[in-house]
């Protein structure tokens, strides 16, 4: 497997990073946080993006997508991930996205993946609940037969992007036991059907989320997802996706926050020196640098892996998401140290990534989480 850019690959990171920088500083995040903005992001930088084709990155091109892997989308995320640029990736192109091409019917790709790659339709994956933390096939929400389709009743947390979404791909059980993994179905349910409500919220690192309750939303057979009562596989795939797509963003927010670190070291003096002189300063940040190139090597190796379906990639990602847990938490906790007593203030953007480090370390899994996946994949 080889762990370097290639040409393309590279120039893709460049048009990135120089985007990101003129179109997306953190300025801009702190502006939309300020503004309590409601649904978290630009509409208008999302449709640049599409423009460009990155949003079109992972979709063949008969949807309109650029037929390229998560290798080529995970350098715009590491870019992205450096200016906490806020436009819903994660939700739409790594989670909703993915549903459809790996489940969809022709219909549903024909329906919705053009207008997801063109940055115009959002469409996000309702799959957790109250008590099923990390665990994809804990699903109490409810489906059952009516007039020809299902109805769903029940409660989904933390839905990315929820308050900007034009449909929602709902987990529902239509038979066996709460955390069974046979029995789940996945179905497309726009955001204006009957039944159906959007709680808006905002996490910790200001990004938009919502509940989404369902009482007794009628849909049509159409409207599932892959084979009915089989989408707990289906699900494993596409969080595998999503997760590695995450773990690139995680690995440009943590090096981001470590060259903050750096600037500040070799800026602020104390005792007629510069802290970055200081010996025990410069074995920290030492510290920082190693975990942020293991971290690099596992993002790497997950998408690689991913793009080529290898035996071993839902092992890789777990050893990404571990890793990039770990490392993204340890880099932000360490600027916020050596930033000292304004590293806790709101004027310094290093509050920012250790916010961003919080969440993401939650969100398809802690590093504990997925080191138990890792060693349960590998049989022990």
């Not at 115009?120 to 109250?130: D, F, G, L, N, P």
Request: some cysteine; charged content about 25%; overall charge negative.
């Amino acid at each position: 497997m080889q762990l370097v850019l290639s040409e393309d690959q590279e120039l893709i990171a460049k048009t990135a990073a120089d985007f990101a920088a003129e179109h997306s500083p953190v300025s801009r995040f702190r502006e939309l946080r300020d503004a309590g903005d409601p649904i978290g992001y630009s509409p208008k930088l999302w449709k640049e993006m599409a423009d460009l084709g990155w949003v079109g990155i992972p979709f063949p091109e008969e949807y309109g997508g650029a037929d390229l892997g998560l290798s080529e989308l995970a350098v715009v995320l590491e870019a992205l991930g450096r200016s906490l640029a806020p436009e819903p990736f994660l939700s739409t192109v790594l989670l909703g996205g993915q549903a459809l091409l790996l489940g969809g019917s022709d219909a549903q790709k024909k329906d919705w993946l053009p207008g997801i790659a063109a940055g115009e339709k959002i469409v996000t994956v309702a799959y957790q609940e109250a008590t099923s933390r990390f665990d994809l096939h804990a699903v109490e929400t409810r489906a059952e037969a009516a007039d020809g389709g299902y109805r769903l009743s029940g409660e989904k947390i933390q839905v990315l992007d929820a308050p900007s979404a034009d449909a929602f791909l709902v987990s529902a059980r239509i038979s066996g036991e709460a955390r069974d993994a046979a029995g789940i179905g996945l179905f497309l349910v726009p955001k204006d059907a009957a039944g159906i409500t959007v709680v808006p919220q905002t996490r910790v690192d200001h990004r938009a989320a919502g509940l989404l309750r369902l009482d007794g939303v009628v849909v049509p057979a159409d409207a599932v997802v892959g084979e009915p009562g089989e989408a707990g596989a289906l699900l494993e795939r596409v969080v595998d996706r999503a997760t590695a797509g995450l773990c690139a963003e995680m690995l440009g927010g943590m090096c981001q926050a470590f060259d903050l670190t750096l600037t500040h070291l070799k800026e602020r003096e104390q005792f007629g020196s510069l802290i970055g002189s200081f010996q025990a300063l410069k074995h920290r940040a030492v510290d920082v640098f190693t975990e942020l190139e293991l971290a690099r090597s596992t993002v790497m190796a997950a998408v690689r892996a991913l793009d080529a379906d290898a035996p071993d990639a839902s092992s890789l990602v777990s050893v990404a998401k571990a890793r990039c847990s770990d490392a993204y938490v340890l880099a932000t906790n360490e600027g916020v140290q050596m930033f000292g007593g304004v590293g806790m203030t709101d004027e310094y953007d290093i509050g920012f990534y250790m916010k961003r480090a919080r969440a993401a370390e939650l969100t398809f899994g802690d590093a504990a989480f997925h080191r138990d996946r890792f060693a349960r994949l590998a049989g022990y």
